[in-house]
């Protein structure tokens, strides 16, 4: 009983250790992409249009300015689940909307929130702490064994899955175009 | 907590979690050629060359802190960018003019948390002062862009594929 004690004590003492070990964070990981936008969409401030013409700066003219922001929620950090976000529809209604041609000058922006991620990450970590202490005490204890088992259990899947979230801003300019 | 204290007290901490934002963003400039987001929407013939990225990565570590009554004390922190979208994206623009990029898209990556070396900082600063530490936390932003190369086909149709 003491030995057991002992091991546990040990073990509390040196879970901060093997928790940070391996560097405890939360992540997201998200694609962005415009599959089905019907309209010439650039970074820069020149596009091709439809005939291949090359039509720069100077040539068209500026209808709008536009910024939206959406945020993405990652599954896992340890598991690359990555999600994906299609904004075809949305850029789609803003050309239409302004009866435009394209888009120019789209900047993608990302933020990382700090709060949020911050709340997620202390989860994590005591997720983790628990799962590890459980899972010894599941070993030491063989009286209450399926109850330390199951919040061991519980606890793992709960670091395993804890989300991150991630705002993304897209802005840009709606423009027109008289070939 | 009264009716009216505890809608305030929400509607603060709603200003405080927006008020925390800080905006890595990945646009381009070019002489003239386009890179383009979607697909390259096109009634005569383009060839395709094959896929190219390049990527914005924004690196931020705190520093610990810790303070005692007669001593105080600051440990690492560090803030780096890296960037590959000359060497790739504009490189390969400027060395063939008669190339675009299309069908792009938008690869993106956080992470949050604390490494192994910022809690040993942290335990380090704390064993000098005995008092409790602050920072030691890092966060990661990855912008990559995923686009393809196409070669504009002077005065060819999609009609020949």
């Not at chain 1, 250790?17 to 694609?31: D, E």
């Not at chain 1, 690359?80 to 922006?109: P, Q, V």
């Not at chain 2, 896929?51 to 520093?63: A, P, V």
Request: charged share 20%; net charge negative.
């Amino acid at each position: 009983m003491m030995k057991s004690r002992i091991n546990i004590v040990l073990l509390t003492l040196l879970l901060p250790f093997i928790l940070f070990l391996s560097g405890c964070s939360v992540g997201a990981s998200v694609a962005v992409n415009a599959k089905k936008v019907e309209y010439p969409v650039s970074f820069t401030d020149s596009f091709y249009s439809s005939d291949n013409q090359l039509i720069l700066n100077g040539e068209y003219e500026s209808l709008k300015d536009f910024s939206f922001t959406f945020t993405k929620w990652g599954v896992s950090s340890w598991i690359e689940i990555r999600n994906s976000e299609d904004i075809s529809n949305r850029l789609n209604k803003i050309i239409e909307n302004e009866n435009g041609d394209a888009i120019t000058n789209l900047k993608i922006s990302v933020n990382n929130p700090p709060v949020r991620n911050g709340v997620l990450w202390f989860t994590k970590a005591v997720a983790i702490t628990s799962s590890a202490l459980f899972t010894v005490m599941a070993v030491s204890d063989s009286d209450r064994r399926g109850g330390y088992t199951a919040i061991a259990a519980g606890s793992t899947l709960a670091a395993l899955f804890t989300p991150a979230a991630v705002d993304i801003k897209v802005e840009g300019t709606v423009i027109q175009f008289h070939e | 907590m009264n009716k009216t204290t505890f809608p305030l007290f929400f509607a603060c901490l709603c200003i405080l979690l927006q008020g925390c934002q800080t905006w890595y963003a990945l646009e381009y400039k070019t002489e003239s050629q386009p890179i383009q987001f979607g697909p390259h929407i096109a009634a005569s013939k383009v060839d395709t060359l094959g896929l190219i990225s390049g990527y914005f990565k924004q690196y931020s570590e705190e520093e610990v802190y810790s303070e005692s009554e007669n001593l105080s004390i600051t440990l690492g922190g560090e803030d780096y960018m890296e960037e590959n979208l000359s060497y790739t994206v504009y490189r390969a623009l400027e060395d063939n003019p008669e190339h675009f990029i299309a069908d792009g898209f938008i690869e993106i990556k956080v992470k949050q948390g604390v490494t192994f070396w910022g809690f040993l900082r942290n335990v380090i600063a704390g064993a000098i002062t005995g008092e409790e530490t602050n920072g030691g936390g890092y966060s990661t932003e990855t912008i990559r862009y995923i686009g393809v190369v196409y070669n504009i086909h002077e005065g060819g149709s999609n009609d020949e594929k």
